[in-house]
Nanobody
Framework: QVQLVESGGGSVRAGGSLRLSCAAS????????MGWYRQAPGKQRELVAV???????TYEDSVKGRFTISRDNAKNMVYLQMNTLEAEDTAVYYC????????????????????WGKGTLVTVSS
């Protein structure tokens, strides 16, 4: 199963910026959507942003205009540029990818599974 590894988390003051990166451990693989989720203390995990293979993006309302998701299909990587960070953005951020698997080498994907990274902590102080 494809492993996802996040990097780029850390601590920043409100109004600052951070850039998260996520790499898939194996290639070539077929990936449909790639995205970022977050989970704040005491809250459920929520979608932050997702990008389809064709570049179509979707954002959670509170991050629109502040966060930008992008992906590099050749490298199987996804990024999240976070600007104008707020204390409410404090959370563990998880990378997600919807990966296709074939039943023989070189064959087309016949089933799809979600892979998750272990998470990276983002702390925003006010």
């Amino acid at each position: 199963q494809v492993q996802l590894v996040e990097s780029g988390g850390g601590s920043v003051r409100a109004g600052g910026s951070l850039r998260l990166s996520c790499a898939a451990s194996e290639g070539p693989v077929t990936i449909r959507t790639m995205g970022w989720y977050r989970q704040a203390p005491g809250k459920q995990r929520e979608l932050v942003a997702v990008v389809a293979k064709d570049g179509t993006t979707t954002y959670e309302d509170s991050v629109k205009g502040r966060f930008t998701i992008s992906r590099d299909n050749a490298k199987n990587m996804v990024y999240l540029q976070m600007n104008t960070l707020e204390a409410e953005d404090t959370a563990v951020y998880y990378c997600n990818a919807n990966v296709g698997y074939s039943d023989y080498v070189g064959g087309p994907p016949v089933y799809w599974m979600d892979s998750w990274g272990k998470g990276t902590l983002v702390t925003v102080s006010s």
